[in-house]
C-alpha cells in the first residue's frame, strides 16, 4: 500500500454512455493523488470502482493548466484506470461539464474545460444530453495490424489529442475477450501505448463498436475512441467535411449506449451523448489510510 492521503476524501460518481468515473472535487490542488490511490479508487471490488478518475482542479491550481486560465476556469486532471495519466477523456468530459453544474459551479449552456489536450467547450443541453467540441482528428496515412487469435486487420491510426487505431471487422465478436491488449505489428510504434477500436457495419453512417483502452482494458464506451471511429469510417467510406463542404453524421453504438458523432467541414468534431452524476460520498479514512502489507504465512 503506497498511498500517503490522510485527510477526508470526498468524491463522485458519474457515468456517459457507462464509462465511469470516480469523481475527485479537489479546487486548490490539495489531494495527494498518486497513480496506487488512483488505481486503489477504481478497483471495482476493493474500491469505488472506475474506468478512472476525473480530478477536478482550478486551472491556475495546477502546473499542466495554469496557461489555460485565462480560457478555462476548471481543468480536468484525466487518469485512467491503471493510474496513468492521459491527455484527453471525450466522455469525461462531458461527466467532468455534469459535475460542474451539479456543483453549481456553472449554470445549463456553455463551458469551457482545459485539459492536456487543450480546451474544450462542453454544451449541456435542458434534455440532458452533453455535447462536446472535441477538436481536430488527425489521421496519418500509416496503420498497424492488430491480431485477435487467429484474425488480422489493418487498423487505421487516429488521434483525438490521444492514440487510436481503428480496425473494422465483420462481427464484434471476433475481438474476443479484450482482457488484455490485442498485440499490434510494428510493434513499439506507439511508446506511450494506444487506445484500439473494432468496428462494425450497422447500416448506413451507423457502426457499432468495441474498445480496449489504455490504461483501463475494455471499457463499455469510449468518447475520443467513438470519434477517431467516425471520422475513420467516413474515410473509408468516401465522405470528407472537408471537401464536400457538408458536415457528415454518424452514429456510433457503444456497450454502453450510443454517441452521435458530427464532423464539421473545417475538421471540428462534436459529440453529443447522456452525462449522469449517479452518487457522491466520503472516502473511508481508515481505508484511505497507509497501510503496512501483512503476509499470512
Ligand atoms: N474513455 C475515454 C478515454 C480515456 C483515456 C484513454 N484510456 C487514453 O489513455 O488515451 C474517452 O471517453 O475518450
Known amino acids: 500500500m503506497t498511498s ?16 465511469d468515473f470516480v469523481i475527485v472535487p479537489d479546487a486548490e490542488n490539495a489531494v ?16 469505488i470502482g472506475g474506468d478512472g478518475v476525473l480530478h477536478v482542479v482550478r486551472s491556475a491550481a495546477h502546473p499542466d493548466a495554469r496557461h489555460l486560465a485565462d480560457e478555462a ?25 455534469r459535475y460542474l453544474e451539479h456543483a453549481g459551479h456553472v449554470t445549463a449552456g456553455e463551458v469551457a474545460v482545459a485539459t492536456r489536450g487543450g480546451v474544450k467547450r462542453v454544451h449541456l443541453d435542458k434534455d440532458g444530453s452533453v455535447t462536446v467540441r ?18 488480422s486487420w489493418p487498423a487505421r491510426n487516429v488521434n483525438m489529442g490521444n492514440p487510436h487505431a481503428v480496425a473494422f471487422v465483420d462481427s464484434l465478436d471476433h475481438a474476443g475477450k479484450l482482457d488484455d491488449e490485442p498485440p499490434y505489428e ?10 484500439i477500436e473494432f468496428v462494425a457495419d450497422r447500416g448506413p453512417r451507423h457502426v457499432a463498436m468495441r474498445v480496449h483502452e489504455r490504461g483501463a482494458a475494455e471499457t463499455r464506451s469510449c468518447g475520443t475512441g467513438a470519434c477517431a471511429v467516425a471520422v475513420a469510417t467516413a474515410r473509408r467510406d468516401g465522405a470528407d467535411p472537408a471537401l464536400s463542404g457538408a458536415p457528415v453524421t454518424y452514429t456510433v453504438d457503444v456497450l ?9 467541414p473545417d475538421g471540428e468534431i462534436e459529440m453529443t451523448g447522456p452525462a449522469v452524476i449517479v452518487a457522491e460520498g466520503t472516502v ?5 489510510a497507509p497501510r503496512i502489507e501483512t503476509v499470512n504465512d
Open 256 to 264: 454502453g449506449g450510443t454517441l452521435v458523432i458530427t464532423e464539421h
Open 73 to 97: 476556469e476548471w481543468f480536468m486532471d484525466y487518469r485512467n484506470a491503471d493510474g496513468s495519466v492521459a491527455e484527453m477523456c471525450g466522455n469525461g468530459v462531458r461527466v467532468f461539464a
Open 4 to 19: 500517503t492521503q490522510t485527510s477526508p476524501l470526498t468524491f463522485l460518481k458519474g457515468h456517459g454512455t457507462e464509462n
Open 186 to 195: 510494428p510493434a513499439g510504434v506507439y511508446p506511450d501505448g494506444v487506445n
Open 284 to 288: 473511508d479514512p481508515a481505508w484511505l
Open 32 to 47: 495527494d493523488l498518486p497513480a496506487a490511490l488512483v488505481a486503489r479508487l477504481c478497483d471495482r471490488r476493493a474500491g
Open 134 to 151: 472535441m477538436g481536430r482528428a488527425v489521421l496519418p496515412e500509416d496503420g498497424v495490424t492488430v491480431t485477435v487469435g487467429e484474425r
